[in-house]
């Protein structure tokens, strides 16, 4: 089946060092796909894999026309390679997926009825996360509690970037083009009218995760960073909090030194606020750093991915190519 310039379904899957998984998940996705009647394609994204994961996309992209690749020039990150995917994606609807098939492929029929039916995004809602660890699942739980407290554009609990987007809610996803990229957060900035669809997530169908705890820890601080300044301004309220508590304090010296005398014993007290406003001022400084090297990312205007290569694509039109553009002038 060749698809017009057009399809209908763009599903858009990052990958890296996947190479046993990409077997597995087209065969399981192709007869979904094949069962919704519509036209579509796959588009890999592969994000600096070092085994075989590029040889065998371009082995498949070869034979099936409606398999994709876009080869990033390095590792950018899921959230990039994300972005370069619904740069390039044509169709009417985009589904961004994870390859482990921890995103199960039988909800791309209810996301696409549920399209049909009007709504311009559906997302997929983990309802249980058993096949998660218990830090993980207690450490995810803390994350989107914090980032609701402090953000203004909540993310339902939950929810990942596996998801149902109309071409609008597309465009209107791909105009942010933030270097700090935390997708759930500019998919729920976006706004747009939304339905869940509940599901639990199964274990990893091949390989291995590409999340350490480390990288899941900058992951949290990066999406906290982008979408709240709360960590910022609260040293505010603390430094106004200190200066209170040491007026009152003083009052409470000046007062005891007038009624009783001169008192000299008081080394353990100095030491205690001397330590305590020392650890205070460094993690408020440490707070601005956070913001300020962001910031200083930000400003660079580096393109948020480099395309080395793509198999079955026509570059994007509008202006989001401007990143990729440079790297061809
Ligand atoms: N991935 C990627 N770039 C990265 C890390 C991950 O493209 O730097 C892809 C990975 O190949 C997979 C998806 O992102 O298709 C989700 O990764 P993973 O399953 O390791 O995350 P987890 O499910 O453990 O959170
Ligand atoms: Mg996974």
Redesign the pocket.
Known sequence: MMHSTTPDLSLV??????EDAIPIFLETVTPILEQTGLTYEVIF?D?GSTDRTVDIIQDTARQNPLVCLIQLTR?F??EA?LTAGLDWSRGAAVIPM???L?DPPELILEFVKLWQDGYDIVFGQRADRSSDNGPKRWSAQLFYRIFNFMSVHHIADGSGDYRLMNRAAVEATVQLRERNRFMKGLFAWIGFNAMAVPFSRPK?AAGH???SAWKLWNFAIDGITSFSTVPLRIWTYVGMSVAFGAIIYTSILIIRTLIFGVDVPGYASLMAVVLLLGAVQLISLGIIGEYLGRLYLEVKQRPIYLVRDTIGLKPPCKQTIQDTDKTTQ
């Open positions: 899957v990052p990958v890296l060092n996947e994204i994000d590792n990150g899921k390679a994870d390859v482990d921890q990893r995760t590409k999340f």
